[in-house]
């Protein structure tokens, strides 16, 4: 699902410049320059409302179900991945409220929490799980049931905890909810015994369909952001403190995986892919899910999501380069480890 970086392996001492989050930055620029308003403002929503369809739609011919199906015998790590995907990280969300108004604005504070209840990569965490010579099955599992499951948990979560908040939620945004993401999903599922063939022959232009889908969709949700004043609120210290709260978040998550994952006795291969799929978040998903549960308040709620997702892709590619190189941990000296992971690409 998550497919905004291609490459399998990053050199370890230089950290991954994500072109795909550089197009979202000037997509972003574009709307504060250019924000499409009134006729054009209706045509983006529009556009946008049939992209993220479309996008979900992707999803579900693409969700293999017997894969996940066959990955159910692992269940204690997925079971530990979703409880920190859909536990811990709400959690932490929900005690960050104490930060505002001092540190974070009540806007900022909802797109962070909104952050800790998106569903987890799939891409990149089989990629990065790979590199670090993890359990690259269980992260293919893992990363899919966190998708599948986010779906249902992710609007669920925030009707219960974003009540009242930006955008806030209601019958209408639980029906869009079911027309925009899940009828999509679920009709791409239908048709996978029939796309399941045609969609790996037509993966490139499909990936730009993707790409192409969201970036559409955070043009339109930050030009009626940009139309509604909200950036004004919005001051270059404030994004200071708001990323410094998002490193000790991620900090806080990957070590929460690593070694709360060797406290329940899983080997080092499953801990590598507890600690890539459990602590990261997915930009592909959360960004249209943001777009159908905040409309047009959506522009300061998706601003932590895209900032977390580069910090999370550099802070992992030196994580795992460095579980690579680390000569405690190669092939060998942990009976539970395997020579040589599977190649990450299975899942794209």
Same mark, same amino acid.
């Given at each position: 699902?998550?497919?905004?970086? =291609? ?62 199906? /066959? ?104 029906? =869009? ?33 993707? =790409? ?57 291969? /499953? ?62 000296? /942990?009976? =539970? &480890? &395997? ?10």
């Amino acid at each position: 699902m998550e497919r905004l970086n =291609r490459r399998t392996s990053f050199p370890p001492s230089w950290p991954p410049l994500d072109r795909y989050v550089l197009a979202l930055l000037g997509t972003v620029g574009l709307a504060a320059l250019l924000p499409a308003s009134g006729t054009a403002a209706r045509l983006a929503e529009g556009a946008s409302t049939v992209a993220v369809a479309l996008l979900f739609f992707l999803y579900g011919a693409r969700l293999s179900s017997r894969e996940a199906l /066959d990955g159910l015998r692992h269940w204690r790590l997925h079971l530990t991945v979703l409880t920190a995907t859909f536990v811990a990280f709400p959690l932490l969300g929900l005690a960050a409220k104490g930060l505002v108004p001092v540190v974070l604005t009540p806007a900022l504070h909802s797109g962070l929490l909104f952050l800790c209840l998106a569903p987890s990569t799939v891409q990149s965490s089989i990629a990065f799980t790979s590199i670090a010579r993890g359990n690259v099955p269980a992260a293919i599992c893992a990363g899919s049931f966190s998708s599948l499951a986010g779906i249902l948990l992710t609007p669920l979560l925030a009707a219960a905890l974003l009540a009242g908040g930006v955008g806030g939620f209601s019958a209408g945004s639980l029906l =869009r909810i079911v027309l925009q993401l899940l009828v999509p999903f679920l009709a791409g599922q239908l048709v996978r015994p029939w796309a399941r063939t045609f969609l790996p022959r037509h993966r490139e232009p499909l990936g730009y369909v993707d =790409r192409g889908s969201i970036l559409l969709v955070v043009y339109s949700a930050f030009s009626q952001g940009v139309v509604a004043g909200v950036w004004h609120q919005v001051t270059p210290a404030r994004l200071g403190l708001l990323l410094a709260v998002e490193a000790v978040l991620l900090a806080v998550m990957l070590s929460l995986t690593w070694y709360g994952a060797r406290r329940l006795g899983f080997g080092r291969e /499953d801990r590598v892919a507890i600690q890539f799929a459990g602590s990261k978040k997915s930009l592909a998903a959360g960004l249209p899910m943001a777009s159908v549960l905040f409309g047009a308040q959506a522009a300061p709620v998706v601003l932590p999501l895209m900032l977390f997702h580069q910090m999370q892709l550099m802070v992992c590619a030196v994580i795992a380069g460095r579980r690579a190189r680390d000569p405690g941990e190669r092939p060998g000296a /942990d009976p =539970r &480890s &395997s020579p040589t992971p599977r190649n990450a690409s299975a899942a794209s």
